[in-house]
């Protein structure tokens, strides 16, 4: 019997709508190196506004985002601030040693959240030692801690330290709007807690590709410069904005629905003998799966759900993350966990 495949992997997996499709073949393009693709102005302009900045620039990626950013902000020998588990530091290839020549100072979070104490010390001082601390960058939701919002009131900290010390704040809002979401608060009000946001448009809001940077209009202009260097300066690049107009127009306003299916399935998971799960970690679309007492292993675990036609991803030792999405309905959730609950039985 050949099964639907429920893929939990991530929501990057998550298709263009078909209005997606519909609006990317009949976008208006031009050259946009030239600045001449109306539709790709369209879609930065409107992202500015969403977070509250001066200016936007679309890119083809999360990560090509972030590390414009980081460029943006920094000079070769700086220090930035992150926690010990962002993205940035654990899955961007170690691109800012690489790109920006800049070291990294990583803080070990709770829930990823950093302890604003933790940030302050952190901060260098004035020391022929020392490298200039520079930028400080915060992720929210957190993606290794299981998609966990930073509280505002632990942002507003962290922010408050880097402004007395003059330094830069960047947030790694690649799934902010669910963040927005899950707080119930217009997005702008976690955004006003960093001088540039990266966010993606291609994971839980379904576009094909493409992020957008935002901040004040001097970084943009930098951070078009990074792109360029970076060789993300894309010509006839309305046809991906287009789908990300919809995504940032239509898609956003759903994702409570991922919400309440990740939650949905936690609660099944976790009657299931043999699984652990941290239910005050169940916050946004992110499920972690602690496995241990399977006496299975991260990867053969998610090779066994493979097998009943359930994809996960492994995560972090003993712990497999599954992400819910617009492409999975909560009768797939269903069907997830009681495929599981059987295959374990046996
Ligand atoms: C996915 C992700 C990114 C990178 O996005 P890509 O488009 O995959 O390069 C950056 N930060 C976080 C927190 C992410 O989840």
């Known amino acids: 019997m050949t099964r639907r495949i429920i893929d939990l992997r991530s929501d990057t997996v998550t298709k263009p709508t078909p209005e997606m499709r519909e609006a990317m073949a009949n976008a208006e393009v031009g050259d946009d190196v030239y600045g001449e693709d109306p539709t790709v102005n369209r879609l930065e302009a409107l992202a500015a506004e969403m977070v ?6 679309f890119v083809p990626t999360g990560t090509m985002g972030n590390q414009i950013s980081i460029m943006s902000w920094t000079q070769r020998g700086d220090e930035i601030i ?24 990583p803080i070990t ?6 302890d604003p104490c933790d940030v302050k010390s952190a901060v260098r001082g004035v020391n022929i030692h020392f ?7 915060m992720e929210n939701t957190h993606n290794r801690s299981g998609g966990c ?8 900290a962290i922010y408050d330290i880097a402004k007395e010390r003059n330094i830069s704040v960047h947030l790694d809002g690649a799934r902010v709007f669910n ?15 960093a001088d540039s946001v990266q966010f993606c448009l291609s994971k839980g809001l379904c576009a094909p590709v493409g992020s957008l940077v935002a901040g004040p209009e001097d970084f943009v202009a930098r951070a078009r410069k990074a792109r360029k260097l970076l060789g993300g300066g894309m010509r006839q690049a309305g046809i991906l904005a287009a789908a990300g107009i919809i995504a940032l127009e239509k898609m956003v306003h759903r994702l409570g ?3 309440q299916n990740a939650k949905r399935l936690a609660e099944g998971l976790s009657q299931i003998p043999g699984l652990e799960i941290d239910m005050a970690s169940v916050q946004t679309n992110m499920v972690a799966v602690g496995i241990k007492e399977t006496g299975m292993d991260e990867f053969g675990f998610a090779a066994f ?11 972090l030792p003993y712990v497999v993350r599954m992400v819910t999405h617009h492409d999975v309905t909560s009768s797939d959730i269903d069907e997830a966990v009681s495929r599981v609950r059987d295959a374990l039985k046996k």
């Open 52 to 57: 509250g900045k001066e200016a936007a620039v």
């Open 82 to 105: 992150l926690e010990s588990t962002a993205h940035i530091y654990t899955y961007e290839v170690a691109a800012p040693a690489v790109l920006s020549q800049v070291q990294v100072r």
């Open 109 to 114: 979070g709770k829930y990823g959240a950093m």
């Open 131 to 137: 490298p200039r601390t520079t930028l400080i960058c």
């Open 149 to 156: 919002v930073l509280p505002l009131e632990n942002m507003k």
């Open 179 to 193: 963040a927005a979401t899950a707080l119930g608060v217009d997005v702008k009000e976690i955004t006003q807690y």
């Open 257 to 259: 629905e991922d919400h």
């Open 305 to 315: 759900l493979k097998s009943i036609g359930v994809l996960v991803n492994p995560s």
